[in-house]
């Protein structure tokens, strides 16, 4: 099993990515491997509504890691996404590159999903329920920890000097682990997930 991680701080080794490693580390010691992509480094282009993922369930634009995290989507068993908080809500940089992923992505339900938020005061509650969202609206089970999934800090040694943050962190990827295998137990006895029904869209305007 491997959970894909994905760093949207433009830091890649900045208190984002510090909350992802604890995070790591916990599923390691669990037997869960991990994969890290630094996607807040890009230059992302948002989502320009073309409907070709529609057909090809690939994003038009190749020049960013949106395809790359798609293909290891396909035999991935969760996902870990984290962002820093600009303005109350996660960097722009992370959703955009979410809004294209989720868009195109077919093969993200009913694999375990989590976002983590760094912060130095505020916003971080508001930054986890927008991330959040890409999850439920995609069939994904949402994995939760012992408190909100953050850690507070304006450099990653701060962030050392909160405790529960990382405490909080390490119990996310234990939590995460236990999930996985006991979705893996559930498989392995015959239960498979609900089947797909196609959704009726109901326009508010006609």
Known sequence: MKVLMLNGSPHERGCTSRALIEVGRALNAEGIDTEYFHVGGQTIH????????????????????V???????????????????????????????????????????????????SARRAGTTASIDVLNKYFTIAQMPVVSSSYWNMVHGFTPQEVEQDLEGLHTMKTLGKNMAWLLKCLEVGKAAGIEPPSWEEIPRTNFIR
Do not use: W
């Open 46 to 65: 948002g989502c320009i509504a073309c409907q070709k993922c529609a057909q090809t369930g690939r994003c038009v634009f190749t020049y960013d890691m």
């Open 67 to 117: 395809n790359q995290v798609l293909d290891e989507m396909e035999t991935a068993s969760g996902i870990v996404v984290g962002s820093p908080v600009h303005y109350a809500s996660p960097n722009g940089t992370i959703l955009a590159f979410l809004d294209r992923l989720f868009y195109a992505g077919r093969n993200f339900a009913f694999k375990p999903a989590a976002a983590v938020v």
